[in-house]
Every structure is written in C-alpha cells, then in structure tokens.
C-alpha cells in the first residue's frame, strides 16, 4: 500500500525513511526530494526495480536512469577509467548539480537500460536524499513524473502522476525552493578526451572551465590535433581526429 510521510517532522522522517529503506530491499519504488526535483528511485542493482521505474514513468529502456550516490568515494566502485579530470569535476561539485557519464564497471551485476557499457553518476545535495542513500547504496533515479509531463517539485505532485507505482513518497517541502524554477543537471561525458558537455545545466561551463579549462561545451567540436613536424625524406600525413565513443546520454532526465 502507497504510503506518504512528511519528513518536515523528526518522527515521520525516521519512518519514511526506514519504511523507504525497506521498500528499496524489496525491489519496489520510493519517491524522494533531490537538490533539483523530486525523483523515482529504485534498487540500481535490481533489474526487476530499474525495470518497475521505467515502466512507472512510462520509459523505454533506450533512456536509462542515471545512478545516484551517497558519497564521492563510490564513484570508483561503480566506474572505470575515471580521469584526473573527471575526479577534479567530482571533487568540486559533489554534492551538487552536475551528472558524469563514466564506463561502468564491468564486474558489476547490474542492467539500467541501453546504456552501452556507461553509467552517468551523481551525488545529490539534499539532506533526505543522502541520508536514504546512505541506508540503500546507489540508486537508480530519475524525475518523478510520467514522461513528458512536468517534473514534480513536491511529492504530492509526484503522487498525482505516479499514484499506487510508488511504495513509499518521502515530502520534503518544494524542491528547489518554492517560487524557484527547477533546473536540471549539467551532465558531462567523462568517457571522451576531452570531456564534453552533453546537457546544460546547474553548472555554467564557466564554473567547469574554472576548474577543467579544456572542457567542450555542448556541441562544440573536439580540436584538431597538432601536425608533427616534418622529417626530412618523409611527407606529411594529414592529422585524424579523435573520434568520440558513443555513450548513454540521459538528457531528458530531471532528477540526477
């Protein structure tokens, strides 16, 4: 049975959050405050709940959810190939409001979608959600609402679009702030040299370049590398350009 706590009170927080906690170990949803919007959360290692996620917002496996986690130190556990570039980006902005899309582990037992080998992680910066976070491990979220219809900014929105789909709804108040516009994740792929924005966001490329100056912004073409001098005898060949590896580009979700 669908049940809603307001987490503005002590009480009813530790029990939506044990009651959440519980519903996640039984493969079931749970609707949560994040730093952006609400979200739908699921068991990121359960295929059965990725699966009841996707159906719950009526998605396709060809729009995978983005992974959150509880703290920084998870991201080498769930990814692979992690550049000196990506941990600065991670290490300036987690908790916060940019997505990375990383190669995940192969190890992992795990299937969020048609991801093509990649997971696009985040750390949330909300209270409520890092403390579920920290009960469950890594989760599977994406904005709590049917697609193509608003993103919810409180649970009882969630609720009028997700109804009995969802065990547990966690209210938290407006997310963001009330009277704020909501802005999603600014999601860099972190699978290229160099790393590339594939959506704007909460993080101006600007803030990123302060830190990774050789960030792309989105769209902007990769530059040409350097001819190499000429050596004596030998005639030039033309220099090739990289060529990016296609990644899961989760850019209609609202929550990670």
Request: glycine share 8%; proline share 8%.
């Given at each position: 049975?669908?049940?809603?706590?307001?987490?503005?009170?002590?009480?009813?927080?530790?029990?939506?959050?044990?009651?959440?906690?519980?519903?996640?170990?039984?493969?079931?949803?749970?609707?949560?405050?994040?730093?952006?919007?609400?979200?739908?959360?699921?068991?990121?290692?359960?295929?059965?709940?990725?699966?009841?996620?996707?159906?719950?917002?009526?998605?396709?496996?060809?729009?995978?959810?983005?992974?959150?986690?509880?703290?920084?130190?998870?991201?080498?556990?769930?990814?692979?190939?992690?550049?000196?570039?990506?941990?600065?980006?991670?290490?300036?902005?987690?908790?916060?409001?940019?997505?990375?899309?990383?190669?995940?582990?192969?190890?992992?037992?795990?299937?969020?979608?048609?991801?093509?080998?990649?997971?696009a992680?985040?750390?949330?910066?909300?209270?409520?959600?890092?403390?579920?976070?920290?009960r469950?491990?890594?989760?599977?979220?994406?904005?709590?609402?049917?697609?193509?219809?608003?993103?919810?900014q409180?649970?009882?929105?969630?609720?009028?679009?997700?109804?009995?789909?969802?065990?547990?709804?966690?209210?938290?108040?407006?997310?963001?702030?009330?009277?704020?516009?909501?802005?999603?994740?600014?999601?860099?792929?972190?699978?290229?040299?160099?790393?590339?924005?594939?959506?704007?966001?909460?993080?101006s490329?600007?803030?990123?370049?302060?830190?990774?100056?050789?960030?792309l912004?989105?769209?902007?073409?990769?530059?040409?590398?350097?001819?190499?001098?000429?050596?004596?005898?030998?005639?030039?060949?033309?220099?090739?350009a990289?060529?990016?590896?296609?990644?899961?580009?989760?850019?209609?979700?609202?929550?990670?």
């Open positions: 049975m669908t049940t809603s706590y307001n987490c503005t009170s002590e009480e009813q927080r530790a029990e939506g959050l044990e009651h959440a906690q519980r519903a996640i170990s039984e493969k079931k949803c749970v609707v949560m405050p994040t730093d952006t919007v609400y979200g739908i959360a699921a068991d990121a290692f359960s295929p059965q709940a990725v699966t009841m996620l996707l159906v719950s917002k009526g998605r396709g496996r060809h729009m995978p959810p983005p992974v959150l986690i509880p703290r920084p130190n998870a991201l080498d556990g769930l990814a692979t190939d992690v550049s000196e570039d990506a941990r600065k980006l991670a290490d300036t902005f987690w908790p916060g409001g940019l997505t990375l899309i990383f190669h995940a582990q192969p190890s992992l037992d795990w299937d969020l979608g048609e991801t093509r080998g990649t997971v992680l985040r750390m949330p910066d909300d209270d409520i959600a890092l403390e579920l976070l920290n469950t491990g890594p989760l599977a979220v994406s904005s709590a609402n049917r697609t193509g219809q608003p993103a919810a409180t649970a009882a929105e969630a609720r009028t679009q997700l109804a009995e789909s969802v065990e547990v709804y966690l209210e938290g108040g407006f997310r963001p702030l009330e009277g704020s516009e909501s802005v999603a994740s600014t999601i860099v792929d972190a699978t290229t040299v160099p790393l590339r924005v594939v959506r704007d966001g909460a993080i490329l600007e803030r990123l370049r302060e830190v990774v100056p050789g960030v912004a989105l769209g902007e073409a990769a530059p040409e590398p350097a001819s190499e001098a000429p050596v004596a005898g030998e005639a030039l060949a033309p220099g090739e990289p060529i990016p590896g296609e990644t899961a580009v989760h850019t209609e979700t609202r929550a990670e």
